[in-house]
Nanobody, 125 residues
Framework: QVQLVESGGGLVQTGGSLRLSCAASGRTFGNYAMGWFRQALGKEREFVAAFRRSVGSTYYADSVKGRFTISRDTLKNMVYLQMNNLKSEDTGVYYC??????????????????WGQGTQVTVSS
């Protein structure tokens, strides 16, 4: 069983930065992909960033390219999302997700088996 816990969210001004962390526990070895999604109030959950473990490929939504970076610390079983130059439209609950095996491309929510509880990010103008 895999468990994911996000942290690092908060309130930040437009143009500021935050780093989100995702702590993974349980059977995490050999995961197909790890990803970050976000959901604004009243909106559908949308893809933000992801990486494939075996080939080291990274994926980013067009809206965050050049501003967000996904990374991980394998020794600590941590996944990070560095968010720079934040905009008001980045506001939402951010979720960490793990795909144990291939089900779909890692840019869609259906690819993932396990989700964290989410952490709130609020960007003020």
């Amino acid at each position: 069983q895999v468990q994911l816990v996000e942290s690092g969210g908060g309130l930040v001004q437009t143009g500021g930065s935050l780093r989100l962390s995702c702590a993974a526990s349980g059977r995490t070895f050999g995961n197909y992909a790890m990803g970050w999604f976000r959901q604004a109030l009243g909106k559908e959950r949308e893809f933000v960033a992801a990486f494939r473990r075996s080939v080291g490929s990274t994926y980013y939504a067009d809206s965050v390219k050049g501003r967000f970076t996904i990374s991980r610390d394998t020794l600590k079983n941590m996944v990070y999302l560095q968010m720079n130059n934040l905009k008001s439209e980045d506001t939402g609950v951010y979720y960490c997700a793990a795909a144990l095996t291939f089900r779909a491309v890692p840019t869609v929510a259906d690819a993932y088996d396990t989700w964290g509880q989410g952490t709130q990010v609020t960007v003020s103008s």
